[in-house]
């Protein structure tokens, strides 16, 4: 079964300093996705930013942007110029290519300090 | 657009209790799921349904039933509640359109809680 690990129960960052999230992944499978998700304490689940993995460009969203290495199995996050809005619990997910089965990491709390 | 609608948002169940967690997508998204994420963790799949009619198990489905009898609606019922089943709750859609694959869309959650 593919199994997400987030190492980094906690992290925290200084306001407009640059922070980065780690996440590995096991699976057998070519074809697939990742994501990294946010939940503030609102509780809503927000995507932050998605990766195919057959594409070997890493995705960026403004500040946010992913390090994708598929033979490491590693999918890390990247927040740069940190806000203080972008404190909340940060979940790395994966599902395979023509899978619904959403696995999800135990997450990792961001704060950020002014 | 509402998007993925939960009700309740908040309710305490007594043990043995049934009840119903209501989900409504008005997305017209044939996938839908059901999720629930215990204290520190993240969220685990407890069913899924690609269509009207069709429902699947996920990883952690014992205490629970569900039923897709519209493309709109995925009620997850509860029967017996149990402490163990002391969470919160999230529905989830996601579209088939292949400009956004798996472009999950969440609920705001139902937060349960059996004494």
Redesign the interface.
């Known amino acids: 079964a593919q199994t ?1 690990t987030q190492s980094q129960p906690e992290m925290s960052v200084q306001e407009a300093e640059t922070v980065t999230l780690s996440c590995t992944y096991d699976t057998s499978e070519s074809d697939y ?1 990742l ?1 990294w998700y946010k939940q503030p304490p ?4 927000i ?1 932050v930013i ?1 990766q ?1 993995a057959y594409k070997q460009q890493n995705a960026t969203e403004n500040r946010f942007s992913v390090n994708f290495q598929k033979a490491a199995k590693s999918f890390s996050l990247k927040i740069s110029d940190s806000q203080l809005g972008d404190a909340a619990m940060y ?1 790395c ?1 994966y ?1 395979g290519g023509g899978s ?8 990792t709390k961001l704060t950020v300090n002014p | 657009n509402a998007g993925v609608t939960q009700t309740p948002k908040f309710r305490i169940l007594k043990i043995g209790q049934s009840m119903t967690l209501q989900c409504t997508q008005d997305m017209n998204h044939n996938y839908m799921y059901w999720y629930r994420q215990d204290p520190g963790m993240g969220l685990k799949l407890i069913y899924y349904s690609v269509g009207a009619g069709i429902t699947d198990k996920g990883e952690v489905p014992n205490g629970y039933n569900v039923s897709r009898s519209t493309t709109e609606d995925f009620p997850l019922r509860l029967e017996l509640a149990a402490p163990s089943q002391t969470s919160v709750y999230f529905c989830a859609s996601r579209s088939q359109g292949a400009a956004t694959p798996y472009g999950y869309t969440f609920g705001s959650g139902t937060r349960l809680t059996v004494v």
């Open positions: 997400v996705y994501f609102s509780r809503q689940m995507l998605r195919e979940f997910a599902v619904e089965k959403l696995v999800f990491g135990k997450g």
